[in-house]
Structures are given as structure tokens and as C-alpha cells.
């Protein structure tokens, strides 16, 4: 079996790869790397830059596979390893469900937050000409895809709860996503899973140390 090699850092995104590493339960190595660093350790290497020349995090390698951006890991991850059971079943509802919101955390939501905490909003009566809309438009997506059910892909946790998850998570927790009841009942049901405590540990005890 080829190796699995994710490059990350405790501060970043790669937290998200990690957790899927985690719920995956198959043996991989982490490389912590520094921001902006040109040196063999950081982002900016050449030798990283050959791997993901964009010199972020995160960035999984497998074998000759290269797969970057934190939902395509997760997706790859639940694909390349379906014993894990972290991708519903193909042509079924569920499976439609997981595709749906694994890449609208990706896409409505990673956009609107970002332009919400820069002041990038749509002008008044704009809205329809940007993909997501409007910031309080995704925010009842995400809140009626997780209503009334435990998990956003149907009764089963999925890779898509990871990644949809997590931009909750950490939206919350830095105040770019209001806390919203249906959001805390979520969010603290999917991080109570062991994989996510393991993978938190993890980068917590990676993180640098203060003096």
C-alpha cells in the first residue's frame, strides 16, 4: 500500500485533513511546514512548491496521487478508502446529499464568510449576480440542511460532516458564524467523535509552544 503523507500546519485549514486522516483509520505521516518560509520546512520550498504551487496547506500525498484543498482530500480519502464507510452509497439520495453540501462549504460558504469578515458584501440589489447570494442566504442553507436530522447526508456520519462541520466549528469559535441553536447541537454532536478529539490533540500538542 503506498504511503500517505499529509502536509500541514496545527494553524491552519489542515486541521480539517487531519480529522478526515483520523475518521479514515488508515496509517499516514504529517509534515508540519512553516508560513511564508522558503527553507526546507516551509511552504514556500521549492521541494513543497513542486507538490502544491499554490505553498499552502493542506496537501495530501499518495503515492504518485496529489490531492490539495481540504474538501477534495476528504473526498478522496472517503473514495480511496470505502471500508471506512465515510461516503454514502452511489445513486442514492444520501449520496446526492453528501456531493451538495461537502462542496457548498467549499464554495457559498467559504466565499461568504471570507467576504463578510473583509467587508467584500454584494452592493444592495447585487446579490443575484454573486454565486452565493448573500451572507444570511447561506446561513439558512446551512442551518435547514442540518434540521431535523443528526447528520448533513442523511442518518450517517460522512466525509461531507467533516468538511461542512468544520466550517461551522470554526466559525463559530472565531466569531465569523453566529451561534445559532441548530449550529451548537451540530457542531457539538460531530466533534464529539473520537477521530476528531485524536486529530484536535494532535495539532494542539503541535502547536508553538509560548515563552
Known amino acids: 500500500m503506498s504511503e ?8 491552519s485549514r489542515g486541521r480539517i485533513a487531519r480529522w478526515m486522516m483520523e475518521e479514515a483509520g488508515q ?14 520546512e516551509g511552504m514556500k520550498s521549492p521541494a513543497y512548491l513542486a507538490i502544491n504551487p499554490m505553498g499552502k ?7 504518485k496521487a496529489v490531492v490539495t484543498e481540504g474538501a477534495a482530500i476528504c473526498a478522496y480519502m472517503a473514495d480511496t478508502f470505502p471500508e471506512a464507510g465515510l461516503a454514502p452509497p452511489s445513486g442514492t439520495p444520501e449520496r446526492a446529499s453528501y456531493y451538495r453540501w461537502l462542496f457548498f462549504g467549499a464554495g457559498p460558504i467559504e466565499a461568504a464568510v471570507t467576504n463578510k469578515a473583509f467587508g467584500m458584501e454584494p452592493p444592495e440589489g447585487k446579490s443575484g449576480s454573486i454565486g452565493y447570494g448573500s451572507f444570511e442566504a447561506v446561513l439558512d442553507a446551512m442551518e435547514g440542511a442540518i434540521t431535523g436530522r443528526d447528520y448533513v447526508a442523511g442518518d450517517r456520519f460522512s466525509a461531507a460532516d467533516v468538511y461542512f462541520g468544520s466550517q461551522i466549528g470554526w466559525g463559530m469559535m472565531f466569531g465569523t458564524l453566529p451561534k445559532r441553536p441548530a449550529f ?28
Not at 500517505?4 to 494553524?11: C, K, R
Not at 486529530?199 to 503541535?206: E, H, K, L, M, P
Open 4 to 11: 500517505l503523507i499529509l502536509y500541514t500546519n496545527p494553524m
Open 27 to 40: 496509517p499516514y505521516e504529517v509534515r508540519y511546514l512553516g508560513y511564508g518560509s522558503p527553507e526546507p
Open 57 to 63: 496547506v493542506p496537501a495530501l500525498v499518495h503515492g
Open 184 to 211: 451548537e447541537a451540530y457542531w457539538e454532536r460531530i466533534s464529539s467523535r473520537d477521530a476528531h478529539k485524536r486529530a484536535t490533540a494532535a495539532d494542539d500538542a503541535a502547536m508553538p509552544k509560548k515563552e
